[in-house]
């Protein structure tokens, strides 16, 4: 069964260094999303992509962070200036077209020393 | 944006009983909610989604139902299992007429079977 993959799983960085996270959706899917959970805390929204531009984003999504879809299968997630409280697990998401559910990835646990 | 609230953190039962678990929301009715399983350091698994004007669905041990005159969404696992161990969350779209697919998560309730 096709899964939505991330790289890498775990992810160290010093403050203020700038940060790719990686994120394959499923192959057919549309529409894909990055979600964010504190240790401990709700998973929450930060962006979704469609149509290779962001529909809609959260406040938590500043200038700091950006998406990109640099080709036909990979999905990013930069923060540019890493703060420590960016330390948190990052979910990509995915979602076929004219259907609701979200595949979720396993995440990359971003740490920010 | 929506309120959602899952009954008490943490629910402990014995292997064989049936788990019972709550979604509450305050603010706009939605057109559809899903349950969620998560482990310890991994994501979000998609388990039932059901829809507005589906009372009940199923799915194996597996039970949601949806009542929007209480704005309540209650999951149950009959025939539990240790493996059943996990957080259960509740998710629910941004509003009504977004095709857009937002979902807001409750903190989840920490479910642990013991034999």
């Known amino acids: 069964e096709p899964e939505v993959t991330q790289t890498p799983s775990h992810q160290v960085t010093q403050m203020g260094q700038e940060v790719i996270l990686r994120c394959v959706p499923i192959s057919n899917h549309l529409y894909f999303y990055w979600y964010r959970q504190i240790l401990g805390q709700k998973v929450e929204f930060l962006v979704s992509f469609y149509n290779n531009e962001i529909s809609e984003k959260s406040e938590i999504f500043d200038d700091q962070f950006s998406v990109e879809r640099p080709d036909g299968s990979n999905f990013t997630l930069k923060i540019r200036s890493t703060k420590l409280e960016d330390s948190a697990m990052y979910f990509c998401?995915?979602?076929?077209?004219?259907?609701?559910?979200?595949?979720f990835g396993p995440g990359t646990r971003l740490t920010v020393l | 944006s929506q309120k959602i609230e899952q009954n008490s953190e943490a629910l402990n039962i014995q292997e064989g009983k049936t788990a019972t678990l709550t979604c509450n929301y305050t603010n706009y009715s939605p057109a559809y909610l899903q349950w969620y399983r998560q482990d310890p350091g991994r994501g979000p698994v998609f388990l039932l989604l059901?829809?507005?004007?589906?009372k009940e669905k199923r799915k194996e041990r597996l039970k949601v139902t949806f009542d929007t005159t209480l704005k309540q969404s209650l999951f149950h696992i009959t025939a539990s299992q240790p493996a059943d161990s996990a957080t259960y969350l509740c998710a629910l779209p941004s509003d009504r007429g977004s095709t857009l697919g937002r979902l807001y998560f409750g903190r989840g309730t920490q479910l642990t079977v013991w034999p």
């Open positions: 059901i829809r507005e004007n589906e």
């Open positions: 998401a995915s979602r076929r077209d004219h259907t609701d559910t979200q595949y």
